[in-house]
C-alpha cells in the first residue's frame, strides 16, 4: 500500500445538536446486577442538525429506528428494519419547537442500501450521501490508525434530497422476528419484495407520497435497486423518477470466471490494463499514455481480437495465439508466458497475486490501487483484500460511534456491517443460469419513460468491472428515444470511487447534475 501519512492528531469540528430526542430509559440498577440486553429502545431516536454543503447551511432531522414488516395474511411481525433517515428542516430547529420541513412535493425522497448480499446500508451513507462521513487520513482514502470517528460531509447530498438508508433483513440492527426465519428473506426476490414493502409502508407513514422518488444501490444492491423499480411499479404503483447504480452488477455472466463462460475475461481486460497502468507495471510504450486513450485502445482490442480469438478456441492458429498473448501481455503487465500458461484467460482471483509477483505485493479486488504482503508470494490467490482491510474498521467504529454519540440510539444488538447470509436464494432469476435483472430495469424503463438512470464506475474496481457495466447497459435493449436516459459515469478509483476524495468530490458534482437534470426533465414535461 501507499506510505500511510503520520496519523496526527485530527480536528474534528464540533457538531451541532440543538436537541435530541430521549431513547427509551433504562433502570440504573443499584444492586450491581448487569443491565438487562436492549436490543431495540422503546421508540425513535430523533435529533436535530446541520451540515454546510457547497457554501449552504442544510438543517435537517435525523431519525433513527425501526419499521416492522407484515408477513402472510394475518399481517403478523415478519421484520424488524432498521432505517435512518435525514430531512431537511426550514431552519433550525430549538428544544420544544415542532419542526417546519419544505413541501414535500418540491423536496425529494431517496432510499438507498448497499450489496453483499449480507451489507448494511454505512458504505453509502458514510461514503458519500449523508451529512457525515469517515474521516481518512489523506486524499488517497488510507484510514489510518484509530480512533475512528465522522465528520461532516461537505459532499453529502442532502442538499439535492432526502434520505432513508435501509438496512436488510440480517445486516446492521435488522433481524426476523421470533416466529419467522432470517431465510425467508435471504434471497433475491424476497429481499426486493421485503425491501418494496418497506419502502411502502415508511412512504404512508411519514406522509411522503407526494415527494419525487429515487433509488440508491451499491454493488449486489444495484442488482436489488433494477428488481425493486419493477417491484415498486408492478406490485404497489409505486413509480420512480431516478436510479443510482453505483458499482454494478445487473448480469451475473459478466463477472463468473466459470469454465466454458468466456465473457469475464473479455469484460475484464480494461480493468486489468487500468490496474497495471496504476501500479507502473507496464512496457514504457504503454505505461507513457494517457489512461482514457490507453484504455480505449484496450477496450476495442477485447471485444474485437480478443473476443475473436477465444470464440475461436483450439481452432485459432499459432502466430495468432502468439500475437493475441504479446499483446495481452503489453496491456495487461502479465508476463507472455504466464498469458499463454492460462491459455489467454488471466482471471480473478490470480490476477491480483500475479500482477506485482516480482515486488512481493498483492492488489486489491475491490480498490486494486491498494497493495499489501502475503504470508506467502509463490501463493496462486491473495490471502486477503487489501482493499476491504482498509475500509472494514474505519466503518464499522465510525458508524457505531455516531450512532450512540450524534444520533443518541443506543441498541446492545451487534451491527452487522458485512455478515453472511448464505446460502442465498436466487431462484426466479437465476434457476440454472446466471442471475440477470437488467430486463427488469428495461421493462421498467419502458414503463416510466421519464426514469433515469446514473451509473457509477470505478477503473480499478477488479469485483464489478467497468467494462462490464457498459456491456450490460449497452445490452439492456432499450429503444433508442430512452438511450439518453441512462448517462454513465467513470472515476479513477474502486469500487467504492468516493474513499478517493477528489473522486467523491467529482462523484457529487455529477449525482448534483442527476438529480437536477432528471427533476428539471421531469418538471418541463409536466
Known sequence: MRSILNNAARLVAPVLMLFSAPVAAQDNDKSGSPPDFVAYPQSPSVTYHSVDI???????????????????????????????????????????????????????????????????????????????RVDHIDEFGNPGAPPHVVVPNEHSLLDQSDFVFIDPVST??????????????????????????FIRLYLGREDRWASPRFVAGESYGTTRAAGLVQELQETHGIATNGVILVSAVLNFQTIRFNIGNDLPHILYLPAFAAVAHFHNALPPEQQSRDLRE??????????????????????LSEPERERIASKLAAYTGLSKEYVLRTNLRPDMPRFPKELLRERGLTVGRLDARYTAQDRDDAGEAYEFDPSYTAIRSIYTESMNDYLRRELNYRSDLRYEILTSVWPWSY??????????????LRSTMQQLPFMRVFVASGYYDLATPYFATEYTMNHLMVRPALQDNIEIHEYEAGHMMYVSLPELAKLKRDLDGFYQRTLGAQQSAD
Open 54 to 132: 457547497a457554501g449552504q447551511t442544510v438543517h435537517y432531522q435525523a431519525t433513527a429506528g425501526t419499521l416492522v414488516l407484515p408477513k402472510g395474511k394475518d399481517n403478523k411481525p415478519g421484520a424488524r428494519v432498521f432505517y435512518i433517515a435525514y430531512r431537511k428542516t426550514d431552519g433550525p430547529v430549538a428544544e420544544g419547537e415542532s419542526p417546519s420541513f419544505p413541501d414535500p412535493a418540491t423536496r425529494p425522497l431517496t432510499f438507498s442500501f448497499n450489496g453483499g448480499p449480507g451489507s448494511s446500508s454505512v458504505w453509502l451513507h458514510l461514503g458519500v450521501f449523508g451529512p457525515r
Open 172 to 197: 446492521g440492527y435488522s433481524r426476523a422476528e421470533e416466529g419467522t426465519s432470517e431465510k425467508d428473506y435471504h434471497g433475491l426476490d424476497p429481499d426486493i419484495e421485503a425491501v418494496a414493502e
Open 294 to 315: 490507453f484504455l480505449a485502445e484496450v477496450e476495442a482490442f477485447a471485444i474485437h481480437d480478443y473476443t475473436v480469438a477465444l470464440m475461436r478456441g483450439a481452432s
Open 427 to 440: 431462484a426466479g432469476a437465476g434457476d440454472n443460469r446466471y442471475a440477470n435483472v437488467a430486463e427488469r
